[in-house]
């Protein structure tokens, strides 16, 4: 038995029910399966629920949460809503490996109006091997958003400006052609800038659950 499932009595009445990504909360744990079909740092592997953030948007609000594994692993869940729900399964990538993925002529296109960018995948590196399609299609332009360092499931974020309002930042996406992977780049008010890559998997790819109260 694992360390963290040494933690959780699962035959405790006190402990919470939990079945569905969408009641995680802070301190519970997953346990993916050992599917093919997954990164192979995910396969069988376990994370905690370390923070829930929130990325609004001017018609929708996203619920993110940051999962922390060993060996210092970290990815983040959102939930994609299509004819069925979808885990969107998402990795913060240097800026070292978006050189060795991708032609960077081609990859600054993404920031031209009015964003019709075309990626052609050159060769994965160590970290993202298994996140990655074979090529992308433009599908966002310069979208705002406010990002949130908390869990909005419950309310909407603030209208006002202040502290609660959220860091502004603006949002560039692409769709793989095979429509299992996609990339989102976050420009930030200071001019940082961070790249996500995504993989959409079911959400039987979590196995288990484990409360963490």
């Known amino acids: ?33 050992d599917s093919f079909a997954l990164p192979e740092n995910l396969r069988n592997t376990q994370f905690q629920v370390a923070n829930i953030n929130t990325h609004e948007f001017e018609h929708n609000q996203i619920t ?16 994609e809503q299509g004819q069925q729900q979808y885990l969107k399964l998402t990795i913060k990538v240097a800026d070292s490996c978006i050189e060795e993925l991708f032609n960077l002529d081609e990859f600054s296109e993404i920031f031209d109006e009015p964003g019709n960018a075309l990626l052609t995948k050159l060769v994965d590196s160590s970290q993202t ?41 603006e949002l560039y996406s692409l769709r793989g052609v095979d429509d299992q992977y996609s990339i989102d780049i976050q420009i930030w008010q200071d001019g940082d800038t961070d790249v996500f890559l995504n993989l959409y998997r079911p959400t039987s790819d979590i196995k288990e659950y484990y409360p963490g109260s």
Not at 64 to 78: F, K, T, V
Not at 146 to 169: I, L, M, V
């Open 64 to 79: 993110e949460w940051q999962l922390d594994g060993s060996a210092n692993q970290r990815i983040y869940l959102s939930l």
């Open 129 to 169: 091997a298994g996140w990655t399609s074979e090529q992308y299609q433009q599908t966002t332009f310069a979208q705002m958003g406010y990002f949130h360092r908390q869990d909005h499931r419950s309310n909407k974020p603030s209208e006002f400006e202040g502290e609660d309002s959220g860091e502004a930042f």
């Open 1 to 33: 038995m694992s360390f963290f499932k040494k933690l959780f009595n699962k035959d405790s009445n006190k402990q919470r029910q939990l079945t569905q990504p969408k009641d995680l909360m802070i301190k519970d744990i997953i346990i993916f399966s």
